[in-house]
Each structure stands twice: as C-alpha cells, then as structure tokens.
C-alpha cells in the first residue's frame, strides 16, 4: 500500500492503470488548484510550512513531516487497506460480500451520502479562510494549514469516489463541489453549520473540537458501509481527522489554563483586564457550537438514516462491536420527545433512530475534552465547571427546534429567552472583546497573551520550532 509520488496525483489505488479515471481527475486538479487559490488560507502562498504527508496508509508512521508552500502540498488518494473477504455489516444485506461497485438500486443514496460529507470538507476550509492573519503562534499557525491541507484532501477523497463510482453525475457533483462556497447567498454550503464564519481562533478551537468531532462520527458510521471503497478511504480519513480534533481539544485546554493562570496571579481583577478570556465567555462559545455540532446529526427519527441503514449504507458507530442483530427490526431506542412544554424520553424503533444513537455517542465523547479542561480550572483552585449544554439548548433541528430552552434544559417562554441569551450565548461585545485580543504573534516560540504555550511542540520539535517561514 505504498503511495506513488511520481504520479501528478499522489495516490494508492493504482491511479495509472484506470487511464480515464486519471484523466478525469487530472481534469478536475486545475479547478481544485484555482479553488485553493482563491478560498483558501489567504495571504499564505509563500508561505514555507512544517507539515506532515501520509506516505503510506499504514498504522503508525504513515505520515513524513517538512516545509512545503501549501499550493505544492501533495493531495492525493489514499485508501486503508482492504480487508480480506470483508461483508456487508449490518442492514438487510448483512453477511453479503462488501461491494466493490457501487450496487445500482443504491445508486442515489449512495451519491448523496459521499456529496453530503465532501461538501463540509472544502466548506471548513473557506471558513477558515483568514484565520492565518491573527495567529496567536507559529505553532498555531501550522496546525490550522495542516488542518486547512487535510480537509482539502479529504474533498479529494469524495471526489475520487464520485469521479471513479458514479460517471457522468459523479463528475458533475465534483465540479458542484468547487462551485459552492461557505456563506454563499446564491450558491451556499448544504449544511448550515458550514456557512457560518469562523473569524477568531477561539471559534476555530471550538470548531476543531465540536464540528470536527462531528466529522470523526460521520466518517466513522461511513466506515462501516457495506460499500467497501466508501469503507477504505473514510478509515483513513479518520486518522487525519484525529489531529483536528488533538487542536480543538488542546487549543481550548491552553486558553482555560492561561485564564486561570490570570486570574490567579489577579485574584480581585476582572480577567478581561489583564487580557485573558475569561470562563463565562468561554462557556458561551462551548454552548454555541456545541449546540450547532449536535444539529448535524439530523433529525431524532429518521426515515432517510433508518433507509441508509437498512440498506447497508451507513452504519452506526463501531457497528461492529454492538452487540445486537444489526437489523433492528424489533429494537427500540429512547428518543426525547417534546410532551406538554416539557421534554420527555419516549421508546422508538431503533431504525428510524440511528441518527440519535450516533449523536448520543457523540455526546459522551465530548464530554471527555470538558472533563479535561475542568481538570485545569481544578488544579488552579478555582471553583468553576465548564459543562455541556442539554440537548434541547438552541436547537434549529429535531424535536427542540420549535422551542426555547435554558442550557440545563429548562423550557422557558420566548421573552425569558430573549432576557437570558447573552448570558448564554456570545453576545455582541463578547465577540468584539474576544475579536480585539486578534493579533498576529509571529516570533518563533512567543504566544499570544491570551493562551499558555502547548505542552510540546510537533513531531519532537521544540516550541520554538520555525513551523511557518513567512517569507
Ligand atoms: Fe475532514
Ligand atoms: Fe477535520
């Protein structure tokens, strides 16, 4: 499983003997060039950068670490290996061979799946656009390119199952991949989430944190598709994906721990005035995209999710190890359901419920990342919890969408809402106070004020590593 780097297109699928897959991908590589151009990190095309390449697909060591001008970044396609005589896992195919083509009366499904997720790949990107500008370190710096080359490679992973699965339509949907953008009026992203912008760095932790983590839940259920190429690329794909989430989870970690640290050193001072985020503005942002992550996973019950299901498609999380049929024909699973102003669990067919399954386990994992960063607010002594919202906080979709609710979960009527928002979501001088402290910290190993330096640097470098010649 060794990638050729000779070819134009970096890859491990023996991209040279399938000449008009090759060629169809060599056509789309300009347009892709262009897009990262023109929406990708701005001001960064001189830019030298300390990033890692996959050069192999292997555990441990896949990836080899130098500087490159990311318009060179070599973006490829690159497959776990197969598993010998692998099967269909779930579903009412369970115990098929896997397949290796994409099975016709699947066809439409199958594409909406692969556009619905390349889609958010590229979309990040954008969002991240021009984040660059105000890095709070070189370090920091580098870890959002190596995020932003990342998410352009994992487009090309979807595309090269458009381009190599689905003919005509495929190629079109790959051209349509370029030609949304995130914020677009005319032509937006498909999820919402996506068409936000990310213009501060406190945002690109969450973001890394909560809708990355999204990301790692939907690959990880597009791993276990029945549709084995769809299965390969996304297993590798979720390697990439675990050091954005290692950003969003360390990123918020130093910037807890520099506001304790700020906060300790000034005990009766607003930390604001000694330039730190202070914990209530940070618990606002968690809310904030914690709540947008968790309407990813779409609607509580879902005719769509139970189909993917039951056709093979899309799985749950780590299927495999549930110990179940894996059909869910009888099953149930206890959804919220809003009954008289109050949220109640209510038992529904597991099948229509695979999207609340899998937002569950997302759920729990987030949980993970706030006991840590409570561990530091801890071990400074001081008497502050971070917490996830409840479920029903500032939902647009699912069940909790038509309401209004507190972040422990309390239904409250629209005017008591309106009153306790900015003291629950980041409100206008929140934002303008968090976007002041937005500066470029540019000196190798010096950090912005705002957030304590990593525990160590990359690839067994030292802090003060040059990961960005700025040239
Ligand atoms: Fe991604
Ligand atoms: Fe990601």
């Known amino acids: 499983m060794t990638i050729d780097y000779q070819e134009k297109i970096p890859n491990n699928v023996n991209l040279s003997e399938d000449r008009r897959l090759q060629r169809a991908l ?74 290796q083509e994409v099975p016709g009366e699947y066809r439409s499904e199958l594409r909406r799946l692969i556009v619905t997720q390349g889609d958010t790949e590229p979309a990040s990107v954008e969002q991240q656009r021009h984040l660059g500008k105000t890095c709070p370190s070189l370090y920091d710096l580098r870890n959002l390119f190596q995020v932003n080359v990342e998410e ?28 949304r953008h995130s914020g677009d009026p005319d032509k937006p992203r498909i999820l919402n989430a996506f068409n936000e912008k990310t213009t501060d760095w406190l945002s690109f932790f969450m973001f890394t944190y909560f809708t990355d983590r999204d990301g790692k839940y939907q690959l990880a259920s597009l791993a276990e598709s029945g549709f084995d190429p769809l299965s390969r690329t996304c297993r590798f794909m979720l390697t ?11 990123g918020i970690g130093r910037v ?59 799985g749950r999380f780590q299927e495999t190890r549930i110990d179940d049929d894996h059909r869910l024909a009888d099953a149930t699973y206890t959804v919220p359901e809003v009954k008289d102003g109050a949220i109640a669990l209510v038992e529904a067919p597991a099948l229509t419920a695979v999207n609340e399954c899998l937002r569950d386990d997302y759920i729990a994992d987030c949980q993970r990342g706030v006991d840590k960063w409570n561990r530091i607010i801890r071990d400074a002594g001081i008497e502050v919890t971070l917490t996830l919202p409840h479920r029903a906080f500032n939902r647009k979709i699912g069940v909790c969408a038509g309401l209004e609710a507190t972040p422990d979960g309390r239904i409250i009527a629209a005017a008591e809402w309106e009153s306790g928002r900015a003291d629950w979501l980041p409100s206008a001088p929140d ?41």
């Not at 209530?280 to 709540?291: A, E, G, R």
Request: proline residues 5%; aromatic residues 12%; contains cysteine.
């Open 26 to 99: 060599e056509r789309w590589l300009p347009g892709y060039q262009q897009w990262w151009h023109e929406q990708g990190p701005a001001d960064s095309e001189a830019m030298e950068v300390y990033l890692r390449t996959a050069i192999s697909v292997e555990a441990g060591g896949w990836a080899n670490y130098g500087y490159v001008r990311m318009p060179d970044y070599r973006w490829g396609i690159f497959l776990a290996r197969p598993e010998p005589d692998r099967r269909v896992n779930f579903g009412k195919h369970k115990g098929e061979p896997a397949w």
């Open 152 to 179: 352009g490679r994992h487009l090309w992973a979807m595309v090269y199952l458009l381009h190599g699965f689905f003919g005509r339509d495929g190629r079109e949907e790959a051209e349509a991949m370029l030609e």
């Open 240 to 250: 990439e994906e675990a050091h954005h989430m290692f950003v969003g989870e360390s």
């Open 256 to 314: 807890v721990q520099r506001t304790c640290e700020a906060m300790n050193a000034h005990r009766n001072d607003d930390p604001r005035s000694h330039g730190v985020i202070d914990l209530p503005t940070i618990q606002k942002y968690l809310n904030l995209h914690f709540s947008a992550s968790v309407d990813l996973f779409g609607q509580e019950l879902s005719t769509n999710a139970a189909n993917y299901f039951t056709m093979g498609l899309k």
């Open 431 to 471: 934002q303008s106070y968090v976007q002041s402290l937005m500066a470029a910290v540019t000196e190798p190993g010096k950090m912005a004020n705002w957030i304590a330096a990593p525990a160590k640097g990359i690839n067994g470098n030292p802090i003060a590593f040059e990961y960005v010649r700025l040239n």
